[in-house]
């Protein structure tokens, strides 16, 4: 089959629409690392550099808007806000049910780790955090998956346009 039939732009969609599914594993896959990473107590100051940094809790306050921070360990250093969970993750570790709150894609060294809630009323709930490494790592593979297929459809819709085009100029 030459590139002049039309199929070759379905081919084209049909790549770029595969190449976007198994990006999506790919990088759905890095969650598996934040799932099997190991929960730490928030006692100690925690190494994240080069990794992603999940807190957790074993008591779900929704209503209660608990928010996390880690300070790096410089003198004077602020406190940076780390985002909340972006997906419901719950990760069953020592005899308990622990639920992702908080995340920080790109850790760093020495950060010490501290989750308040809003009301600052007092808190039953005990927090943990873990290093995932692995997770940027897999979630950037995704998006190169999805890059390199979309690049491979466009190029090859281009050649069939450009090759359709060059044989209706000749007949």
């Known amino acids: 089959m030459r590139l002049t039939s039309p199929l070759w ?3 084209a969609f049909l790549l770029a629409i595969g190449g976007w599914m198994a990006s999506a594993v790919v990088a759905a896959g890095a969650w598996d690392h934040v799932r099997d990473a190991t929960l730490q107590n928030l006692t100690e100051r925690v190494d994240a550099k080069g ?3 999940a807190v957790f809790t074993d008591v779900r306050q929704p209503e209660r808007d608990v928010t ?5 360990p410089a003198k004077g250093a602020e406190p940076v806000t780390l985002e909340d969970a972006p997906i419901d993750l719950r990760v069953p570790q020592d005899g308990s049910t622990w639920y992702l709150i908080a995340f920080e894609r790109e850790g760093s060294d020495q950060v010490a780790v ?17 290093v995932a490494d692995g997770f940027l790592d897999r979630t950037r593979n995704g998006a190169g998956i999805a890059w390199i297929a979309a690049a491979v ?3 090859l819709a281009l050649a069939t346009w450009w090759t359709r085009r060059k044989r209706t100029l000749e007949d």
């Open 9 to 11: 732009y379905l081919a």
């Open 153 to 155: 459809a466009v190029a």
């Open 68 to 72: 996390c921070t880690a300070t790096g």
């Open 114 to 130: 501290r989750c308040t809630p809003k009301d600052r009323a007092a808190d039953a709930a005990t927090y943990r955090v873990a």
């Open 51 to 53: 990794a992603s940094l």
